[in-house]
């Protein structure tokens, strides 16, 4: 087995734990999820779509966390269309379920692919792609298929 291999393998076994940290499930809607989420982690969540984004270059959404608080808030672009949005918000909710996400952490999410982006530890990497799966595996609960988060790289 190859070290990229031995990382897939880490990273969807993430993934798996993540979704089913939340118990999601087909037939759930974004709102479901978001509070799937909530209970999964004992935090109450707020998703902001932002206007004033000029300075965000890739970023398509971030989160923040008040861990001594029990809040966390999800921002994303209002100019992005209603579904990447969503996919933005779910790879979000992705860092929240991953069982290797540290609290009290600005986590983002760029339009720049993990692969090419240099500045990414090792750690941080296999993160990113595991927000990424579960991003996905919430398109699927919520479609049927991730064709929609298909294009977000």
Do not use: K
């Not at 087909?26 to 999964?40: P, Q, S, W």
């Not at 069982?99 to 983002?108: F, I, N, S, Y």
């Not at 090792?122 to 609960?141: G, S």
């Amino acid at each position: 087995m190859t070290e990229s291999d031995d990382m897939m393998r880490r990273v969807r076994g993430r993934a798996d734990r993540a979704v089913a940290r939340a118990g999601l499930h087909n037939g759930m809607d974004f709102a479901d999820i978001v509070r799937a989420v909530e209970g999964a982690i004992d935090i109450r969540l707020r998703i902001v779509s932002e206007h004033d984004t000029d300075g965000w270059g890739t970023l398509t959404g971030f989160l923040t966390v008040f861990a001594d608080r029990r809040e966390g808030s999800i921002h994303v672009r209002a100019s992005d269309p209603a579904l990447y949005r969503q996919f933005a918000a779910s790879h979000e909710l992705g860092h929240l379920l991953d069982d290797a996400h540290c609290t009290a952490v600005l986590h983002e999410r760029s339009s720049i692919s993990p692969y090419d982006d240099p500045t990414l530890s090792t750690p941080e990497f296999e993160a990113e792609l595991v927000a990424e799966h579960v991003a996905h595996r919430i398109a699927r609960v919520l479609y049927g298929t991730p064709r929609v988060a298909e294009s977000s790289w």
